[in-house]
């Protein structure tokens, strides 16, 4: 991570460009760019996007450029920008931030887990979305700019949140097993849907659809569709519904319901930990020790403190 005002000089993957207007009406470029250590926005002054047309979304690009700072977060001034030549013998994928096992490899824990369900009526559904998914799954990040905004973020969110609901399951026994499991794997499935997700894992933008519904409203209606294609009974299908539908709680974060019975709840909390832990992980890699990041809107506008030295029992 460059600190701010140091200079840069290196490639990244064009993940959005788009021109803007300043207030006196000069055009500039905003983008997104990535590489594996993750994203950051930057400025090109006085351009029109006309003037970069070899330049798109999807492109690597070299960049010369000054680390700055805007509303409280690293934006890159860039000074200098063209395409990645042959003769620079770079691949696309190298500049993706992915998580840190192979699709294949989380994929297959899922199914595994999927193979402990006693419910055959839950059991048959989600193997049918699986097999539905297969393909998007093993690289489609879990969000645009969010937690696990990474290739195969969404599949290593499920897979830690299911060993996680395994684990608690040891601690509260009166929880429904197949309903925790099938909640954990169906609540975001349909961001695969929500989000345009290229070859390489990156999500830019929301479809139609995601910018329309949601993944809330639109994983309802995959559920729907679903159990009525495998024969599920109503009352199931409605319980495994609910729980995609209130799993974010709050009216103003998409959930027009609370959770109204105990494994909703779990898939919740379930949520928001792996989230959060995830967010505070990976800003880890970003704090000296005995310092403090900047406050984080992800984590309600709260600064991160990194631990100067582990606490460790004497003796």
């Known amino acids: 991570m460059v600190p701010i005002g140091e200079a840069f000089t290196g490639f990244a993957l064009v993940l959005t460009i788009e021109e803007k207007e300043t207030r006196e009406g000069s055009s500039y470029l905003h983008l997104l760019l990535g590489d594996h250590r993750g994203q950051v926005t930057a400025k090109l002054w006085d351009v029109k996007i006309q003037d970069m047309v070899d330049i798109e979304r999807g492109s690597l690009v070299k960049i010369r450029g000054v680390m700055g700072e805007w509303q409280g977060k690293k934006q890159l001034r860039v000074q200098k920008i063209r395409l990645a030549l042959l003769s620079d013998q770079l691949d696309a994928a190298d500049f993706v931030a992915s998580a840190p096992e192979s699709g294949e490899s989380m994929l297959a824990y899922v199914r595994s887990v999927v193979e ?45 949140m299911l060993r996680a609901g395994l684990a608690l399951l040891e601690v509260y026994p009166f929880l429904n097993k197949d309903l925790v499991i099938a909640g954990v794997i169906l609540h975001d499935m ?11 894992g990156v999500a830019a933008q929301y479809s139609r659809e995601g910018d329309l519904l949601g993944h809330l409203v639109m994983g309802v209606m995959d559920i729907d569709r679903l159990s ?67 406050k984080v809107w992800r984590l309600d506008n709260r600064k991160v403190y990194r631990p100067e030295t582990v606490c460790v029992e004497q003796g």
Do not use: C, W
């Open 190 to 200: 349909a961001k695969l849907d929500e989000l345009v997700i290229d070859p390489l």
């Open 116 to 160: 402990q369900i006693a419910h055959s009526q839950i059991r048959a559904l989600l193997q049918r979305i699986l097999a539905e998914r297969n393909e998007k799954l093993l690289v489609a990040p879990a969000a645009v700019r969010n937690h696990h905004a990474i290739r195969g973020g969404l599949l290593y969110h499920v897979k830690t």
């Open 228 to 294: 009525r294609e495998t024969g599920m009974d109503r009352e199931t299908a409605l319980l495994l519904e609910h729980m995609v539908l209130s799993h974010h709680y709050e009216p103003e974060y998409g959930s027009p319901t609370r959770p109204a019975f105990p494994e909703a709840e779990l898939l919740h909390y379930l949520d928001i930990l792996d989230a959060r832990l995830y967010d505070m992980n990976k800003l880890m890699n970003t704090i000296e020790p005995g310092s403090f990041s900047e």
